[in-house]
């Protein structure tokens, strides 16, 4: 196989470009992300853990859920995602509480998405546990047993430990996903949430790398 001078030459001149392409995308510790001091541990076994610091009670959380949505649709298979409600304020703490109790009964999946809907679109009054063991009956969840399974020893557990864990983080706003234990990483320091997954993606390939090694 021969080439023509010109077809060689823009061949040549194509190349760097294409692989400048393939390169992953670089980003920087304390820009992009931010390191977690000292690491925490994880409980995602040999998996990538991802968690969504979150509240229900942040508009911003919900603006962010499809973006969250569409990105579980297409995770690296080496990851895991799951949701730790963060409790700053009195409204974030019911929330939480709230999420948990869902999370115990084997419908906070479900109901994820809608609650934010509930909330922010419909903006239904769900002011007290009551209000919200109502809401959730729709799941075919009884409000008595949501209501005393917000008490219960292992919501109070899960409550407690996320309580710890988001100061662990040193979480100071919503959303904010955590990666492996040891990075942190915002709208902000990703420069937009459109981009929060480019930099979550990167540092999942970074600890997936170093696993191997």
């Avoid at 929330?95 to 869902?102: I, K, L, S």
């Avoid at 292992?154 to 864990?165: D, G, H, L």
Wanted: charged letters at 20%.
């Amino acid at each position: 196989m021969s080439f023509r001078p010109i077809a060689l030459l823009a061949l040549l001149l194509a190349a760097p470009l294409a692989f400048a392409q393939a390169l992953p995308a670089k980003y920087e510790a304390g820009k992009q992300y931010l390191l977690i001091d000292p690491p925490q541990p994880t409980a995602s076994g040999n998996k990538v853990e991802v968690i969504e610091v979150f509240s229900y009670g942040c508009i911003h959380c919900a603006h962010f859920q499809p973006t969250v949505d569409e990105w579980r649709k297409k995770m690296p298979a080496g990851a895991s995602f799951s949701y730790m409600p963060a409790f700053f304020q009195p409204t974030f703490a019911l929330f939480g509480r709230a999420y948990y109790t869902a999370e115990v009964l084997g419908v906070a999946e479900k109901a994820h998405a809608d609650l934010f809907k509930a909330i922010f679109v419909e903006q239904k009054p769900l002011h007290s546990m009551e209000d919200i063991a109502q809401w959730y009956t729709q799941y075919g969840v009884k409000a008595d047993d949501f209501i005393k399974t917000a008490t219960s020893f292992a919501v109070e557990t899960k409550v407690n430990r996320a309580n710890q864990m988001v100061k662990n983080y040193n979480v100071d706003g919503t959303p904010t996903i955590v990666v492996a234990g040891k990075y942190r990483v915002t709208g902000a320091s990703a420069e937009g949430y459109d981009k929060v997954f480019d930099v979550v993606n990167f540092l999942i390939a970074k600890e997936a790398a170093q696993a191997k090694k």
